[in-house]
């Protein structure tokens, strides 16, 4: 399957004064992803074309439909047309029927990039199947405050567009292992978990970073994956604080030149 465009080039005008000039922006691409689990559509995403088996991978994991990759019997990603709207990207999925007693009842759900549980029939649903997150591994706050500028250095969609989240793995040392962009930051952090999955990549001494907020979904996420730090170049919601105290995952935001720790300090080294 070709590469698909992540950036469309849009003709814009700017106007300084009284002068107004024409220039031309790249903007990023939304495009929809239909996730069809075992011949039953389950989701429809808009999402950012790029690193598209990675993310449905994340996605069906922390969505709890799979707790191994190779349950994962078969993924088809295809191209087709939707009508006026353009391209729809199609992903197959086949999970292993020891997996597929526990699928819950078919019922396709929309996520929009600015939602990631938009959608879901039951709110308490998010949380089935989640354990608390076991890592022993402690942190340097020297090395995690470095974190936000290398990050800022892997985000090329963004250096174009403006308009791309991103999400990162690094080892405790501060060393990237993926990095993954989208216009949604759930995406992002479903990509990089997809990733990690596919790699076999272990967990326990990982640090998460995220360009947007921690929300309540993105700490599920990251307890699902068993991570066990959390670092967002923004505030985080009072449900993700809550959420990461629960799960055992130590949260902190790095936004500005802050470095506010918000739970499970004790795995920062010093503490």
């Not at 495009?31 to 429809?44: K, Y």
């Not at 993924?75 to 199609?90: A, D, F, T, W």
């Amino acid at each position: 399957m070709k590469n698909h465009k992540t950036h469309k080039t849009f003709r814009s005008f700017t106007q300084a004064g009284d002068n107004i000039s024409p220039q031309t922006t790249d903007l990023i691409v939304e495009t929809p992803l239909e996730i069809i689990i075992n011949g039953q559509s389950h989701t429809l995403l808009m999402f950012t074309p790029q690193m598209i088996r990675e993310l449905v991978t994340g996605f069906v994991f922390t969505e709890g439909l799979i707790t191994r990759t190779d349950q994962i019997q078969e993924c088809v990603i295809s191209r087709n047309s939707n009508g006026n709207q353009g391209e729809l990207i199609e992903a197959r999925v086949l999970i292993s029927s020891d997996r597929a007693r526990h699928l819950p009842k078919a019922t396709a759900r929309v996520s929009y990039s600015s939602c990631g549980i938009c959608g879901k029939e039951n709110y308490s649903n998010v949380e089935a199947g989640l354990k608390r997150v076991k890592s022993r591994h402690r942190f340097s706050m020297n090395v995690l405050k470095n974190l936000p500028l290398k990050l800022k250095g892997l985000q090329p969609l963004y250096k174009r567009t403006g308009g791309a989240h991103a999400a990162a793995l690094f080892t405790a040392h501060g060393d990237p292992i993926f990095c993954c962009e989208d216009m949604g930051r759930h995406n992002a952090l479903d990509k990089v978990i997809g990733a990690a999955l596919l790699s076999g990549t272990a967990t326990e001494d990982k640090v998460v970073v995220s360009s947007g907020r921690a929300s309540l979904e993105m700490i599920l996420k990251t307890a699902r994956a068993g991570y066990p730090l959390f670092a967002a170049i923004s505030r985080p919601t009072s449900n993700a604080v809550e959420a990461a105290k629960f799960y055992n995952i130590t949260l902190i935001d790095l936004a500005g030149d802050t470095n506010h720790i918000y739970t499970h300090a004790r795995r920062i080294t010093g503490f």
